[in-house]
């Protein structure tokens, strides 16, 4: 089963490869190709390569070895569909109304979904001849007029929101314990048409590999590869039942690493490891309220749905040999970073009618240059619960992640944590600071006074 996929894969992207070849060849200062990785729930404690002690992620460890391993890369959001509406348009979620304290993500009964106006990463390259191709789980609108491909993504493939989204009628809770997918009622999309479902979520990342080989070639591309895991239901290949010491969990974060170890060992074969840059993060911090199911924020504090660091800090690698300098960058960055970062190594014009909250990262991934991020606002749902500059986070509202407590803690003053000290936020330092809670307030007014109005589109009714 594993070599069959690994051949498979294999396969798939050397079809990639040929077209981004005759590319170079053309012009050895070619637009470059991008791989974006992007799990779901996954915690920075999670992988080798930041610490964890029974999940082996050789592949994951090379890349952070090869390229740059990122210590304070954050998300915008600590749940799914608004952290993937900031990675897509470079923008807090409160400008294109993708977030929501009442209904924190986007459900099949949904209505609303990402605007059409707004500018994807997709959307951005295809100006310059991009080939795109959006896989796995989107989560920005089921309906047709939300998908990728009315988004500036020529394909697309995978399923449409969470892979535990809409159960089939008779299963019970015990569908988490030993998952089966026939369980699970959620819809596998091709283009903009259902094509199978309940959705057969062990062969998403295969099945859709098979789509980017027959794509046209000879031409950058863009791949946002949005795998639908670890997120709850866990599936994975029978090639990786009981592989990982870390039980059914670290199953999956083995067959991810696996899957990465593919996409890199055929861009090195092809030459196009040269000219692709891999990013590799994840959309939110671990759903804890599984358990075992859910994965480690290692040091960091809490969890998925929390604007502790454990929500929305993420274990992040950036990988191109020969371009992107080898490294650890203990500074922050942002998925609200890519778009700019993409269009300044693509020569893509951003857009100038709009807010854009992201920042060029190139100089950092190129020429170990300091980060142009130095603050972070931390968002639960549609409200400033945190802010961050420098080394000092500010929580004004703490409420942890999905179980226990219902009502967000106020806190006036607010906590002040030294997150270089004190990555774990454990000893609050404010009234030491009083000047630093001061700038951090100042900063949060700042922020919300340049939000305006616009119509929720988790919470629409039609
Ligand atoms: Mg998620």
Redesign the pocket.
Known sequence: MRLNRCWILLGLLAGVALGGLAELRADDRAAPNFVIIFC??LGYGDLGCFGHPTIRTPHLDRMASEGQKWTEFYVAAP??TP?RAALQTGRYPIRNGMCSMKRRVLFPDSQGGLPPGEVTLGRLLKQRGYSTHAIGKWHLGHLPQYLPTRHGYDTYYGIPYSNDMDFVQGSTRTRFEDPDFRNFNVPLIEGEKIIERPADQNTITKRACQLIRQQESGQPFLIYLAHNLP?VPLFRSPAFADASRRGLYGDVIEEIDWSVGQVLGTLRETGLDRNTLVVFT???GPWKSFRQQGGSAGLLRDG?GSTWEGGMREPTLFWWPGQVEPGVVMEMGSTLDLLPTLAQLADADLPTDRTLDGFDLSPTLLENKPSPRDQMVYYHGDEVFAVRQGMYKAHFKTKTSYTGQREAKVHDPPLLFHLGHDPGEQHDVAKQQPQVVQALRELKAKHEASVEPVENQLTRKE
Request: glycine share 0%; charged share 40%.
């Open positions: 779901d729930d749940v799914c952290s997120h994840s959309d939110n998925k």
